[in-house]
Protein backbone atom coordinates (compact mmCIF):
# COMPACT_ATOMS: atom_id res chain seq x y z
CA UNK A 1 0.00 0.00 0.00
CA UNK A 2 1.15 3.70 -1.03
CA UNK A 3 1.47 6.17 1.70
CA UNK A 4 -0.51 9.61 0.18
CA UNK A 5 0.50 12.71 0.95
CA UNK A 6 -2.23 15.01 2.13
CA UNK A 7 -1.93 18.46 -0.15
CA UNK A 8 -1.09 21.46 1.93
CA UNK A 9 -2.29 24.72 1.42
CA UNK A 10 -0.37 27.25 0.93
CA UNK A 11 -0.57 29.83 3.85
CA UNK A 12 -1.07 33.79 2.98
CA UNK A 13 0.54 35.55 5.88
CA UNK A 14 0.03 39.18 5.87
CA UNK A 15 1.63 42.10 4.20
CA UNK A 16 3.91 44.41 6.56
CA UNK A 17 5.80 47.64 5.55
CA UNK A 18 9.60 47.53 6.71
CA UNK A 19 10.85 50.66 8.23
CA UNK A 20 12.44 53.24 6.19
CA UNK A 21 12.74 51.67 3.02
CA UNK A 22 9.51 53.13 1.59
CA UNK A 23 10.30 55.89 -1.11
CA UNK A 24 6.71 57.40 -1.35
CA UNK A 25 6.45 56.80 -4.74
CA UNK A 26 2.94 57.76 -4.75
CA UNK A 27 1.34 55.05 -3.32
CA UNK A 28 1.42 52.29 -5.53
CA UNK A 29 0.87 49.61 -3.29
CA UNK A 30 -2.18 51.25 -1.93
CA UNK A 31 -4.01 51.20 -5.27
CA UNK A 32 -3.02 47.52 -6.02
CA UNK A 33 -4.85 46.68 -3.18
CA UNK A 34 -8.11 44.38 -3.93
CA UNK A 35 -8.96 44.94 -0.38
CA UNK A 36 -8.80 48.71 0.55
CA UNK A 37 -6.36 47.52 3.05
CA UNK A 38 -3.45 50.21 2.80
CA UNK A 39 -3.83 53.53 4.05
CA UNK A 40 -1.15 56.24 3.45
CA UNK A 41 0.25 57.94 6.25
CA UNK A 42 0.74 61.81 6.27
CA UNK A 43 4.75 61.05 5.11
CA UNK A 44 2.88 59.52 2.02
CA UNK A 45 4.23 55.76 3.71
CA UNK A 46 1.93 52.63 4.23
CA UNK A 47 0.32 51.77 6.56
CA UNK A 48 -1.09 47.76 6.01
CA UNK A 49 -4.24 46.98 7.94
CA UNK A 50 -3.75 43.44 9.02
CA UNK A 51 -6.81 42.41 10.07
CA UNK A 52 -8.23 43.25 5.90
CA UNK A 53 -5.09 41.75 4.40
CA UNK A 54 -5.73 38.49 2.45
CA UNK A 55 -1.97 37.95 1.79
CA UNK A 56 -2.64 37.86 -2.14
CA UNK A 57 1.37 39.82 -2.19
CA UNK A 58 0.21 42.12 -4.90
CA UNK A 59 1.65 45.53 -2.63
CA UNK A 60 5.01 43.15 -2.21
CA UNK A 61 5.02 43.03 -5.88
CA UNK A 62 4.24 46.36 -7.18
CA UNK A 63 7.01 48.36 -4.93
CA UNK A 64 9.08 49.49 -6.53
CA UNK A 65 11.45 50.07 -3.73
CA UNK A 66 11.15 46.47 -1.94
CA UNK A 67 9.83 48.16 0.72
CA UNK A 68 6.90 45.63 1.54
CA UNK A 69 7.05 41.86 2.66
CA UNK A 70 4.93 38.83 3.72
CA UNK A 71 5.52 37.77 7.41
CA UNK A 72 4.04 34.37 8.75
CA UNK A 73 2.69 33.17 12.39
CA UNK A 74 4.84 30.58 13.65
CA UNK A 75 2.04 27.95 12.56
CA UNK A 76 1.82 29.80 9.17
CA UNK A 77 5.63 29.22 8.72
CA UNK A 78 5.41 25.81 9.27
CA UNK A 79 2.68 25.09 6.98
CA UNK A 80 4.67 27.17 4.89
CA UNK A 81 8.18 24.51 5.23
CA UNK A 82 5.77 22.03 4.77
CA UNK A 83 4.15 23.18 1.34
CA UNK A 84 7.79 24.06 0.29
CA UNK A 85 8.70 20.38 1.16
CA UNK A 86 5.75 19.46 -1.46
CA UNK A 87 6.53 21.81 -4.25
CA UNK A 88 10.29 22.29 -4.20
CA UNK A 89 11.70 25.50 -2.42
CA UNK A 90 11.53 27.20 -5.50
CA UNK A 91 7.44 26.98 -5.72
CA UNK A 92 6.81 29.86 -6.78
CA UNK A 93 3.15 30.05 -7.85
CA UNK A 94 2.62 32.40 -10.70
CA UNK A 95 -1.09 33.20 -12.04
CA UNK A 96 -2.00 32.74 -15.81
CA UNK A 97 -1.85 36.73 -15.86
CA UNK A 98 1.81 37.10 -14.99
CA UNK A 99 3.31 33.91 -17.16
CA UNK A 100 1.60 35.90 -20.24
CA UNK A 101 2.99 39.10 -18.60
CA UNK A 102 7.06 37.64 -18.31
CA UNK A 103 6.37 35.83 -21.99
CA UNK A 104 5.95 39.20 -23.19
CA UNK A 105 8.70 40.85 -21.49
CA UNK A 106 10.75 38.49 -22.21
CA UNK A 107 10.53 39.58 -26.36
CA UNK A 108 11.71 42.80 -25.51
CA UNK A 109 15.42 43.39 -25.98
CA UNK A 110 17.79 45.67 -26.42
CA UNK A 111 18.71 49.63 -25.62
CA UNK A 112 17.73 51.94 -27.79
CA UNK A 113 18.55 55.92 -28.61
CA UNK A 114 16.63 57.97 -31.48
CA UNK A 115 19.19 59.88 -33.07
CA UNK A 116 17.68 63.51 -33.88
CA UNK A 117 19.21 65.18 -36.78
CA UNK A 118 18.97 68.51 -38.94
CA UNK A 119 20.02 68.83 -41.98
CA UNK A 120 22.41 65.54 -41.51
CA UNK A 121 23.70 67.36 -38.15
CA UNK A 122 23.02 65.51 -35.18
CA UNK A 123 21.58 67.20 -31.64
CA UNK A 124 24.26 66.59 -28.97
CA UNK A 125 21.56 65.56 -26.85
CA UNK A 126 21.16 62.24 -29.03
CA UNK A 127 25.02 61.83 -28.09
CA UNK A 128 24.83 62.45 -24.59
CA UNK A 129 21.87 59.55 -24.24
CA UNK A 130 24.15 57.09 -26.22
CA UNK A 131 26.65 57.58 -23.19
CA UNK A 132 23.70 56.81 -20.63
CA UNK A 133 22.29 54.06 -22.97
CA UNK A 134 25.69 52.09 -22.96
CA UNK A 135 25.41 51.92 -19.39
CA UNK A 136 21.29 50.56 -19.38
CA UNK A 137 22.96 48.23 -22.17
CA UNK A 138 25.91 47.33 -20.09
CA UNK A 139 23.67 46.66 -17.29
CA UNK A 140 20.81 44.44 -19.38
CA UNK A 141 23.63 43.05 -20.99
CA UNK A 142 22.37 43.89 -24.32
CA UNK A 143 23.16 45.77 -27.33
CA UNK A 144 22.64 49.38 -28.06
CA UNK A 145 21.60 50.73 -31.00
CA UNK A 146 21.17 53.91 -32.52
CA UNK A 147 18.48 54.46 -34.33
CA UNK A 148 18.68 56.86 -37.78
CA UNK A 149 16.29 58.58 -39.89
CA UNK A 150 16.97 61.62 -42.04
CA UNK A 151 17.80 61.91 -46.05
CA UNK A 152 21.49 61.56 -46.40
CA UNK A 153 22.21 60.59 -43.04
CA UNK A 154 24.41 57.72 -43.40
CA UNK A 155 27.69 59.18 -42.07
CA UNK A 156 25.85 59.70 -38.81
CA UNK A 157 26.48 55.40 -38.39
CA UNK A 158 29.96 56.25 -38.15
CA UNK A 159 29.33 59.31 -35.63
CA UNK A 160 27.12 56.73 -33.45
CA UNK A 161 29.33 54.42 -33.24
CA UNK A 162 31.94 56.23 -32.20
CA UNK A 163 29.83 57.68 -29.10
CA UNK A 164 29.28 54.13 -28.46
CA UNK A 165 26.61 52.50 -30.06
CA UNK A 166 26.80 48.82 -31.31
CA UNK A 167 24.83 48.80 -34.33
CA UNK A 168 22.63 51.42 -35.92
CA UNK A 169 19.36 50.83 -37.53
CA UNK A 170 19.23 53.12 -40.53
CA UNK A 171 16.06 54.92 -42.25
CA UNK A 172 17.42 56.81 -45.47
CA UNK A 173 14.48 57.97 -47.74
CA UNK A 174 14.01 61.50 -49.33
CA UNK A 175 10.33 61.27 -47.37
CA UNK A 176 12.52 61.54 -43.98
CA UNK A 177 14.38 64.75 -45.28
CA UNK A 178 12.57 67.24 -42.58
CA UNK A 179 11.03 66.31 -39.75
CA UNK A 180 7.04 65.16 -39.84
CA UNK A 181 5.41 63.67 -37.02
CA UNK A 182 3.43 61.48 -38.90
CA UNK A 183 6.51 60.10 -41.08
CA UNK A 184 8.95 59.41 -38.10
CA UNK A 185 6.23 58.21 -35.74
CA UNK A 186 5.24 55.23 -38.38
CA UNK A 187 8.93 54.95 -39.26
CA UNK A 188 9.60 54.35 -34.85
CA UNK A 189 6.59 52.27 -34.72
CA UNK A 190 7.41 49.58 -37.46
CA UNK A 191 10.87 49.23 -36.00
CA UNK A 192 9.82 49.07 -32.56
CA UNK A 193 6.62 45.91 -33.51
CA UNK A 194 9.74 44.05 -36.05
CA UNK A 195 12.91 44.39 -33.54
CA UNK A 196 10.73 45.05 -30.33
CA UNK A 197 13.60 46.77 -28.33
CA UNK A 198 13.08 47.04 -24.05
CA UNK A 199 13.96 50.64 -23.87
CA UNK A 200 14.09 53.99 -25.94
CA UNK A 201 15.68 57.01 -25.10
CA UNK A 202 14.92 60.57 -26.72
CA UNK A 203 15.94 64.00 -26.24
CA UNK A 204 13.83 65.99 -24.62
CA UNK A 205 13.73 68.52 -27.56
CA UNK A 206 10.66 69.94 -29.39
CA UNK A 207 11.11 67.17 -32.10
CA UNK A 208 12.17 64.37 -29.22
CA UNK A 209 9.12 65.36 -27.30
CA UNK A 210 6.73 65.43 -30.37
CA UNK A 211 7.62 62.17 -31.74
CA UNK A 212 7.87 59.97 -27.98
CA UNK A 213 4.13 60.95 -27.01
CA UNK A 214 3.36 59.92 -30.95
CA UNK A 215 5.04 56.39 -30.69
CA UNK A 216 3.70 55.59 -26.80
CA UNK A 217 0.08 56.27 -27.53
CA UNK A 218 0.42 54.13 -31.04
CA UNK A 219 2.58 51.16 -29.43
CA UNK A 220 0.35 51.59 -26.18
CA UNK A 221 3.29 52.00 -23.78
CA UNK A 222 4.42 54.12 -21.00
CA UNK A 223 6.17 57.48 -21.78
CA UNK A 224 8.31 59.75 -18.44
CA UNK A 225 9.40 62.96 -19.98
CA UNK A 226 12.45 65.11 -18.15
CA UNK A 227 14.27 62.49 -16.96
CA UNK A 228 16.53 63.24 -14.91
CA UNK A 229 18.09 60.04 -13.89
CA UNK A 230 17.83 56.51 -14.97
CA UNK A 231 18.47 53.28 -14.05
CA UNK A 232 17.60 49.29 -14.47
CA UNK A 233 16.03 47.57 -11.14
CA UNK A 234 16.28 43.79 -10.73
CA UNK A 235 13.79 42.98 -12.80
CA UNK A 236 15.08 44.89 -15.69
CA UNK A 237 12.63 47.89 -15.19
CA UNK A 238 13.93 51.40 -16.35
CA UNK A 239 13.70 53.00 -13.19
CA UNK A 240 13.22 56.73 -14.60
CA UNK A 241 13.95 59.67 -12.14
CA UNK A 242 12.10 63.21 -12.42
CA UNK A 243 10.71 65.89 -10.38
CA UNK A 244 7.65 65.31 -9.35
CA UNK A 245 4.82 67.47 -7.27
CA UNK A 246 6.21 70.56 -8.62
CA UNK A 247 9.21 70.02 -8.58
CA UNK A 248 9.09 69.17 -4.66
CA UNK A 249 10.03 65.20 -4.59
CA UNK A 250 11.88 63.59 -7.20
CA UNK A 251 9.80 60.27 -8.18
CA UNK A 252 10.92 57.25 -9.68
CA UNK A 253 8.55 55.72 -12.56
CA UNK A 254 8.67 52.47 -14.00
CA UNK A 255 6.38 50.95 -16.57
CA UNK A 256 6.18 47.24 -15.47
CA UNK A 257 3.48 46.09 -17.76
CA UNK A 258 4.48 47.39 -20.91
CA UNK A 259 7.38 47.45 -23.67
CA UNK A 260 8.97 49.01 -24.79
CA UNK A 261 9.82 51.50 -21.78
CA UNK A 262 10.17 55.29 -23.71
CA UNK A 263 12.09 58.13 -21.75
CA UNK A 264 12.95 61.30 -22.89
CA UNK A 265 15.68 63.47 -21.17
CA UNK A 266 16.69 67.00 -21.56
CA UNK A 267 19.99 67.97 -23.05
CA UNK A 268 22.80 68.70 -20.87
CA UNK A 269 21.48 66.50 -18.23
CA UNK A 270 23.55 63.06 -19.09
CA UNK A 271 27.20 63.93 -19.03
CA UNK A 272 28.92 63.66 -23.02
CA UNK A 273 30.37 60.62 -23.55
CA UNK A 274 34.09 59.92 -24.73
CA UNK A 275 34.04 60.23 -28.62
CA UNK A 276 35.95 57.26 -29.47
CA UNK A 277 37.32 57.36 -33.23
CA UNK A 278 36.98 54.94 -35.36
CA UNK A 279 35.12 52.80 -33.42
CA UNK A 280 32.92 50.79 -35.43
CA UNK A 281 29.49 48.83 -35.52
CA UNK A 282 26.89 46.84 -37.60
CA UNK A 283 24.45 48.70 -39.59
CA UNK A 284 21.01 48.09 -40.37
CA UNK A 285 19.62 49.62 -43.11
CA UNK A 286 15.50 49.48 -43.48
CA UNK A 287 13.51 50.27 -46.38
CA UNK A 288 10.43 51.26 -44.61
CA UNK A 289 9.39 54.50 -45.97
CA UNK A 290 5.65 56.29 -46.19
CA UNK A 291 4.92 57.22 -49.44
CA UNK A 292 4.67 61.47 -49.84
CA UNK A 293 1.62 61.55 -51.07
CA UNK A 294 0.48 59.82 -47.82
CA UNK A 295 2.01 61.82 -45.82
CA UNK A 296 -0.94 65.01 -44.85
CA UNK A 297 1.99 67.90 -43.48
CA UNK A 298 4.08 69.56 -46.28
CA UNK A 299 6.95 70.86 -45.59
CA UNK A 300 6.81 74.80 -47.96
CA UNK A 301 9.81 76.05 -46.57
CA UNK A 302 12.58 75.92 -43.46
CA UNK A 303 13.19 79.29 -41.40
CA UNK A 304 16.63 79.17 -39.57
CA UNK A 305 16.23 81.34 -36.30
CA UNK A 306 20.49 80.37 -36.01
CA UNK A 307 21.18 84.00 -37.20
CA UNK A 308 18.76 85.68 -34.62
CA UNK A 309 20.70 88.57 -33.00
CA UNK A 310 19.64 88.13 -29.37
CA UNK A 311 19.94 84.64 -29.47
CA UNK A 312 21.84 82.82 -26.80
CA UNK A 313 22.31 79.55 -25.84
CA UNK A 314 22.44 79.40 -22.23
CA UNK A 315 22.18 75.74 -22.29
CA UNK A 316 25.23 75.38 -23.83
CA UNK A 317 27.37 78.34 -22.35
CA UNK A 318 30.85 77.64 -20.58
CA UNK A 319 29.94 80.41 -18.08
CA UNK A 320 26.46 81.49 -16.80
CA UNK A 321 25.86 84.58 -14.48
CA UNK A 322 22.57 84.25 -13.61
CA UNK A 323 19.94 86.77 -11.86
CA UNK A 324 16.82 86.51 -9.73
CA UNK A 325 14.66 88.46 -8.05
CA UNK A 326 17.12 89.99 -5.78
CA UNK A 327 18.18 91.93 -9.36
CA UNK A 328 15.30 94.30 -8.43
CA UNK A 329 14.73 95.60 -12.26
CA UNK A 330 15.59 94.93 -15.67
CA UNK A 331 17.96 97.43 -15.82
CA UNK A 332 20.06 96.09 -13.20
CA UNK A 333 20.59 93.43 -15.16
CA UNK A 334 23.45 95.12 -17.22
CA UNK A 335 25.71 94.43 -14.30
CA UNK A 336 25.48 90.46 -14.91
CA UNK A 337 25.85 90.79 -18.62
CA UNK A 338 29.18 93.46 -17.60
CA UNK A 339 30.48 90.53 -15.56
CA UNK A 340 29.30 87.80 -18.11
CA UNK A 341 31.56 89.63 -21.31
CA UNK A 342 34.17 89.73 -19.05
CA UNK A 343 33.95 85.73 -18.31
CA UNK A 344 33.09 85.04 -22.02
CA UNK A 345 29.88 83.91 -20.66
CA UNK A 346 26.41 84.32 -20.71
CA UNK A 347 23.39 85.85 -18.49
CA UNK A 348 21.15 83.47 -17.18
CA UNK A 349 17.69 84.00 -14.98
CA UNK A 350 15.32 82.67 -12.47
CA UNK A 351 11.89 82.37 -13.37
CA UNK A 352 10.94 85.52 -10.86
CA UNK A 353 13.25 87.35 -13.27
CA UNK A 354 11.58 86.33 -16.32
CA UNK A 355 7.78 86.05 -14.71
CA UNK A 356 8.98 90.28 -14.03
CA UNK A 357 9.16 90.49 -17.84
CA UNK A 358 13.15 91.72 -16.87
CA UNK A 359 14.56 89.18 -19.25
CA UNK A 360 13.60 86.52 -22.35
CA UNK A 361 12.17 83.60 -21.12
CA UNK A 362 14.67 81.67 -23.49
CA UNK A 363 17.12 82.50 -20.17
CA UNK A 364 15.37 81.00 -17.74
CA UNK A 365 17.41 78.08 -16.05
CA UNK A 366 15.51 75.54 -14.40
CA UNK A 367 12.73 72.91 -14.07
CA UNK A 368 10.46 75.07 -16.82
CA UNK A 369 13.54 76.50 -18.33
CA UNK A 370 17.10 75.44 -19.37
CA UNK A 371 18.96 72.63 -17.93
CA UNK A 372 22.51 73.77 -17.67
CA UNK A 373 26.08 72.41 -17.44
CA UNK A 374 28.70 75.07 -17.37
CA UNK A 375 31.55 75.35 -16.01
CA UNK A 376 30.89 78.37 -13.57
CA UNK A 377 28.06 78.88 -12.67
CA UNK A 378 27.12 82.28 -10.56
CA UNK A 379 24.04 82.93 -9.21
CA UNK A 380 22.70 86.29 -8.03
CA UNK A 381 19.74 87.25 -5.96
CA UNK A 382 18.73 83.74 -6.59
CA UNK A 383 17.23 82.24 -3.54
CA UNK A 384 17.87 78.06 -4.66
CA UNK A 385 14.48 77.11 -5.05
CA UNK A 386 14.47 72.83 -6.08
CA UNK A 387 12.56 74.29 -9.56
CA UNK A 388 16.12 75.90 -10.23
CA UNK A 389 18.52 74.19 -8.66
CA UNK A 390 17.31 70.87 -10.49
CA UNK A 391 18.64 72.80 -13.81
CA UNK A 392 21.75 73.68 -12.36
CA UNK A 393 23.00 71.92 -9.98
CA UNK A 394 25.54 69.55 -12.09
CA UNK A 395 27.84 72.84 -12.98
CA UNK A 396 31.22 72.25 -12.16
CA UNK A 397 31.69 75.23 -9.98
CA UNK A 398 28.75 77.27 -8.34
CA UNK A 399 29.18 80.35 -6.64
CA UNK A 400 26.09 82.15 -5.13
CA UNK A 401 25.78 85.32 -4.20
CA UNK A 402 22.90 86.28 -1.61
CA UNK A 403 22.28 88.95 1.39
CA UNK A 404 20.35 86.07 3.40
CA UNK A 405 22.65 83.33 4.75
CA UNK A 406 19.87 81.22 5.18
CA UNK A 407 19.49 81.03 1.51
CA UNK A 408 18.87 77.12 0.59
CA UNK A 409 21.39 78.18 -2.62
CA UNK A 410 24.22 77.97 -0.41
CA UNK A 411 23.38 74.77 0.34
CA UNK A 412 24.69 73.74 -2.86
CA UNK A 413 26.91 76.26 -3.77
CA UNK A 414 30.81 75.54 -3.77
CA UNK A 415 31.25 79.08 -2.59
CA UNK A 416 28.89 81.04 -1.37
CA UNK A 417 29.56 85.02 -0.92
CA UNK A 418 26.79 86.34 1.87
CA UNK A 419 26.48 90.26 1.09
CA UNK A 420 24.72 92.42 -1.46
CA UNK A 421 25.03 91.60 -5.05
CA UNK A 422 25.06 95.04 -5.95
CA UNK A 423 28.61 95.71 -4.29
CA UNK A 424 30.08 92.11 -4.83
CA UNK A 425 29.12 91.56 -9.07
CA UNK A 426 30.64 94.89 -9.72
CA UNK A 427 33.67 93.66 -7.64
CA UNK A 428 33.90 90.44 -9.31
CA UNK A 429 34.07 92.28 -12.47
CA UNK A 430 36.82 94.72 -11.71
CA UNK A 431 38.55 91.79 -10.86
CA UNK A 432 38.58 89.41 -13.78
CA UNK A 433 39.30 92.74 -16.02
CA UNK A 434 42.19 93.36 -13.49
CA UNK A 435 43.13 89.69 -13.80
CA UNK A 436 42.71 89.54 -17.33
CA UNK A 437 44.45 93.08 -17.91
CA UNK A 438 47.56 91.94 -16.15
CA UNK A 439 48.01 88.45 -17.71
CA UNK A 440 46.32 89.42 -21.17
CA UNK A 441 44.14 86.78 -21.21
CA UNK A 442 41.81 86.76 -24.37
CA UNK A 443 38.50 86.91 -23.50
CA UNK A 444 36.56 83.52 -24.63
CA UNK A 445 34.41 83.59 -27.78
CA UNK A 446 30.52 83.51 -26.47
CA UNK A 447 28.95 80.54 -27.52
CA UNK A 448 26.08 81.30 -29.64
CA UNK A 449 23.04 80.08 -31.53
C1 LIG B 1 5.98 74.07 -11.53
C2 LIG B 1 7.01 75.11 -11.23
C3 LIG B 1 8.07 75.25 -12.11
C4 LIG B 1 9.06 76.20 -11.85
N1 LIG B 1 10.11 76.31 -12.70
C5 LIG B 1 11.12 77.15 -12.40
C6 LIG B 1 12.27 77.24 -13.22
O1 LIG B 1 12.39 76.59 -14.26
N2 LIG B 1 13.27 78.07 -12.86
C7 LIG B 1 13.20 78.84 -11.72
O2 LIG B 1 14.15 79.60 -11.44
N3 LIG B 1 12.10 78.80 -10.93
C8 LIG B 1 11.06 77.99 -11.25
N4 LIG B 1 9.97 77.98 -10.47
C9 LIG B 1 9.82 79.02 -9.43
C10 LIG B 1 10.57 78.71 -8.16
O3 LIG B 1 9.75 77.95 -7.32
C11 LIG B 1 10.95 80.01 -7.43
O4 LIG B 1 9.77 80.76 -7.21
C12 LIG B 1 11.92 80.88 -8.18
O5 LIG B 1 13.04 80.12 -8.61
C13 LIG B 1 12.42 81.98 -7.24
O6 LIG B 1 13.21 82.86 -7.97
P1 LIG B 1 14.30 83.76 -7.22
O7 LIG B 1 15.25 82.89 -6.50
O8 LIG B 1 14.82 84.69 -8.24
O9 LIG B 1 13.39 84.64 -6.24
P2 LIG B 1 13.29 84.60 -4.65
O10 LIG B 1 12.95 83.25 -4.18
O11 LIG B 1 12.36 85.71 -4.28
O12 LIG B 1 14.74 84.91 -4.16
C14 LIG B 1 15.36 86.13 -4.28
C15 LIG B 1 16.66 86.05 -3.51
O13 LIG B 1 17.42 87.22 -3.73
C16 LIG B 1 18.11 87.55 -2.51
N5 LIG B 1 18.42 88.97 -2.58
C17 LIG B 1 17.55 90.03 -2.61
N6 LIG B 1 18.22 91.19 -2.72
C18 LIG B 1 19.55 90.88 -2.75
C19 LIG B 1 20.74 91.63 -2.87
N7 LIG B 1 20.71 92.94 -2.99
N8 LIG B 1 21.93 90.99 -2.86
C20 LIG B 1 21.99 89.62 -2.75
N9 LIG B 1 20.87 88.86 -2.64
C21 LIG B 1 19.67 89.47 -2.65
C22 LIG B 1 17.11 87.18 -1.44
O14 LIG B 1 17.78 86.94 -0.21
C23 LIG B 1 16.47 85.92 -2.01
O15 LIG B 1 17.16 84.77 -1.55
C24 LIG B 1 8.96 77.05 -10.70
C25 LIG B 1 7.88 76.89 -9.84
C26 LIG B 1 6.92 75.94 -10.10
C27 LIG B 1 5.79 75.79 -9.13
S1 LIG C 1 -1.01 41.53 0.62
FE1 LIG C 1 -2.73 41.96 -0.78
S2 LIG C 1 -4.44 42.27 0.61
FE2 LIG C 1 -2.60 42.44 1.87
S3 LIG C 1 -2.15 44.62 1.90
FE3 LIG C 1 -0.98 43.74 0.20
S4 LIG C 1 -2.30 44.00 -1.57
FE4 LIG C 1 -3.58 44.29 0.21
S1 LIG D 1 4.73 50.94 -3.24
FE1 LIG D 1 6.52 50.83 -1.91
S2 LIG D 1 7.64 52.77 -2.22
FE2 LIG D 1 5.55 53.01 -3.05
S3 LIG D 1 4.41 53.95 -1.37
FE3 LIG D 1 4.08 51.73 -1.24
S4 LIG D 1 5.71 51.02 0.15
FE4 LIG D 1 6.27 53.08 -0.47
Request: proline share 4%; net charge negative; hydrophobic share 40%.
Amino acid sequence: MTETTKPIKKPHGKARHIEGKCVACGARCESSCPVDSIEMSDAGEPVVLTVKCIGCEKCVKVCPAAALEMFYTPEELELLRKWEAQHGAAGEEISEEERALREMLARYRGVWVFIEQYDGEAAKVSWELLGTGADLAGILDVELCAVIIGHQVGHLCDEAFAYGADKAILLDNPVYLNYRTQPYSDAICHLVEKHRPEVILMGATGQGRDLAGAVATVVKTGLTADCTGLGIDDRRNLMQTRPAFGGNIMATIMCDKFRPQMATVRPHVMAMPERRAGRTGTVIREGFAPREEDVLVKVIEVLSDRDGKDQVDVAAAEFIVSGGRGLMNKENFALLQELADELGGVVGASRSAVDAGWISHGRQVGQTGKTVRPKIYIACGISGAIQHMVGMQDSDVIIAINRDPEAPIFQIATYGIVGDLFQLVPALTRRVRDLRSTRGCEVPERVAV
